[in-house]
């Protein structure tokens, strides 16, 4: 290749959106929506839409309405990192989460919550 020709740039990764299963999708989009300050836009069929405020790179989150119970533990789940999480374990019980325990891997600290239909996230320090 010469001086004169560049190289082609990267693919870009692909768009990343978030797929979350729930018997009440309504209810699971009003927790999340506050949860993760995102906004609510229309449904559209089975589909609760959120997605992240203008100007965020964030990933969009779909909450799918489906007939299935949850069973067992969740295989991927969200992480969220804030400056205090505490406080922020707090907000989320207040607007229907529980919290399970907390972990720790060496320095790294989190709380362990669900969110109102028992699907597990953690809440760790920034």
Do not use: C
């Amino acid at each position: 290749m010469s001086d004169s020709e560049t190289a082609p740039a990267p693919p870009r990764p692909p768009g990343l959106v978030l797929v979350l299963d729930a018997n009440d999708a309504g209810r699971l989009a009003d927790f999340w929506s506050a949860a993760l300050r995102y906004d609510r836009q229309e449904a559209l069929g089975p589909f609760e839409i959120l997605t992240p405020p203008d100007g965020s790179e964030a990933p969009a989150l779909l909450i799918q309405r489906v007939d299935d119970p949850k069973l067992g533990k969740n295989r991927m789940h969200v992480d969220l990192h804030v400056p205090d999480a505490e406080s922020e374990a707090a907000r989320l019980i207040g607007l229907g989460a529980k919290r399970l325990g907390a972990g720790r891997l060496g320095e790294i600290q989190w709380i362990v919550m669900t969110d109102p239909e028992g699907n597990e996230f953690d809440i760790g320090w920034d």
